[in-house]
């Protein structure tokens, strides 16, 4: 395939989760936005790779390691909102005030 149909799929797929991230109330929906912005981000690194190089692997090791990110990052972003559902009684960014003045 051409790198052109890659490039416009990690596209659609970051819009998509700018859009979730700037529209959603929801804190898991923002997770979830924030998780598709990153796979977008793997798409064109695997795909920049294997354009540039086909012999080696580097973009694909290195995808590897941006998944291995996102998945931190996601385990400690839900607990964080697990902890605020749990004192708040909801996951509504709007009602989160915790590190205002």
Known sequence: MQLQYFLLI?????????YGL???RNAIRVL?????MLNAV????????NYLDPQE????????????VAAAEAAVGLAIVLAIYRNRDTVDMEQF?????
């Open 32 to 36: 979830m936005s924030i998780e598709l």
């Open 42 to 49: 793997n798409l064109n690194l695997v795909a920049f790779s």
């Open 22 to 24: 700037v529209n959603s």
């Open 97 to 101: 005030n915790l590190l205002k003045w």
């Open 57 to 68: 692997i580097k973009g694909q090791v290195f995808g590897v390691f941006v998944i291995t």
């Open 10 to 18: 990690a596209a659609a797929l970051f819009g998509i989760g700018i």
